[in-house]
């Protein structure tokens, strides 16, 4: 089943900061809401081994959405190479996948 609704996700380095650029989004309808959670995230960057607390976000849209939220997430992150991944919804409650498609058009 092809799938017209993504999951787009993304990590911050503080709440502050995820809030804000969630709620443009969601503001500019680019997304219908966000999941926000506290994480422990290890990896590489540069040659080395890092770890850091970060925030992730769970960010649910439309797939004709997925570069406008890639774009005004790189335009506004203060990482230099933000993780900005997507996933489609295979399926899903139909109510809900209709309030998606309305709070983003």
Not at 4 to 17: E, G, H, R, S
Not at 46 to 54: L, N, S, V
Not at 59 to 70: E, F, G
Request: with cysteine.
């Amino acid at each position: 089943m092809k799938s017209d609704y993504i999951i787009i996700y993304t990590t911050f380095p503080n709440l502050k900061i995820a809030r804000k650029i969630i709620r443009e989004l969601i503001g500019k309808r680019f997304i219908a809401c966000a999941n926000v959670f506290k994480l422990y995230s290890l990896y590489t960057w540069k040659g080395k081994i890092e770890q850091t607390k970060e925030y992730g976000a769970l960010m649910k849209t439309k797939k004709t959405n997925y570069k406008r939220v890639a774009y005004f997430i790189r335009q506004n992150h203060p990482y230099e190479l933000p993780e900005i991944i997507a996933w489609g919804i295979e399926k899903g409650l139909k109510r809900y996948l209709e309030w998606i498609a309305k709070e983003t058009e």
